[in-house]
């Protein structure tokens, strides 16, 4: 069986996904993918390049995400670019590696983790979609505690992505990270034996 996991920025996906893989789930993340698909010397990594200028290349050859993002945060333009280059190859990697681990371990849950599922439109790849949902006015606070970030930056990060509470409401499964780690592993563990799960 698999599952896609989202949320928004700063809700906690990953917290949740170290619980499912602590229970046994495998986990496919990708946003690791996407490190991979842009590593030094990929066609990708230079088609981004030639789209963005190669001065968004470090001197090593690494991609400089930092001056990325500065490019195409508030410029839709520009992130639709940046997706159009970027979603194929993930896509294509996502794919093979739920494959392969649903035919190696056919019992296993395979948590695919993606922060822009739904507005990729990739719920069809999944039997469901588990969202790790917190309230707006507490996503940003913790946004702008983890990134140090003003709340005019934070602003733009949480509206370059579909509202959480709209995420929340297409979900088929709900996890709630507002309150504390304990709630947070309770609800996983409630989730983890209606499925059945071994």
Same mark, same amino acid.
């Given at each position: 069986? *698999?599952?896609g ?6 809700? !906690? ?6 619980m499912?893989?602590r ?7 990708a946003? @690791?993918i ?7 010397g990929?066609p990708?990594?230079?088609r981004?390049?030639?789209r ?12 400089h995400?930092?001056?990325? !993002?500065e490019?195409?945060f508030g410029?839709?333009?520009a992130?639709k670019?940046l997706?159009?280059l ?5 896509r294509a990697?996502?794919?093979e590696r739920?494959?392969? *681990?649903e035919s ?5 849950l395979?948590v695919?983790d993606?922060?822009l599922?739904?507005?990729? !439109?990739?719920e069809?790849?999944?039997? @469901? ?6 309230p707006?006015e507490?996503?940003l606070k ?5 990134d140090g970030?003003t709340?005019?930056?934070?602003e733009?990060r949480?509206q370059a @992505?579909?509202?959480i509470?709209?995420?929340r409401?297409?979900?088929?499964v709900v996890i709630? *990270?507002s ?5 947070t592993?309770? @609800? ?7 499925? !059945?799960?071994?």
């Amino acid at each position: 069986m *698999n599952i896609g996991l989202t949320g928004g920025i700063a809700c !906690g996906k990953s917290t949740v996904s170290a619980m499912l893989v602590r229970r046994g789930a495998i986990l496919i993340d990708a946003d @690791q993918i996407a490190r991979e698909v842009v590593e030094p010397g990929s066609p990708v990594l230079a088609r981004v390049a030639e789209r963005f200028g190669q001065d968004i290349l470090l001197p090593d050859g690494r991609l400089h995400r930092k001056k990325l !993002g500065e490019r195409i945060f508030g410029d839709d333009a520009a992130r639709k670019d940046l997706e159009s280059l970027l979603h194929p190859p993930i896509r294509a990697v996502m794919k093979e590696r739920m494959r392969e *681990n649903e035919s190696h371990y056919p019992d296993k849950l395979v948590v695919v983790d993606v922060p822009l599922l739904y507005e990729s !439109g990739l719920e069809w790849m999944f039997e @469901q979609v588990l969202v790790v949902y917190v309230p707006r006015e507490l996503q940003l606070k913790r946004l702008m505690a983890r990134d140090g970030l003003t709340t005019e930056q934070a602003e733009r990060r949480l509206q370059a @992505q579909m509202p959480i509470e709209r995420k929340r409401d297409k979900a088929d499964v709900v996890i709630d *990270n507002s309150g504390t780690p304990a709630e947070t592993e309770r @609800q996983v563990d409630l989730f983890w034996r209606q499925k !059945g799960l071994r």
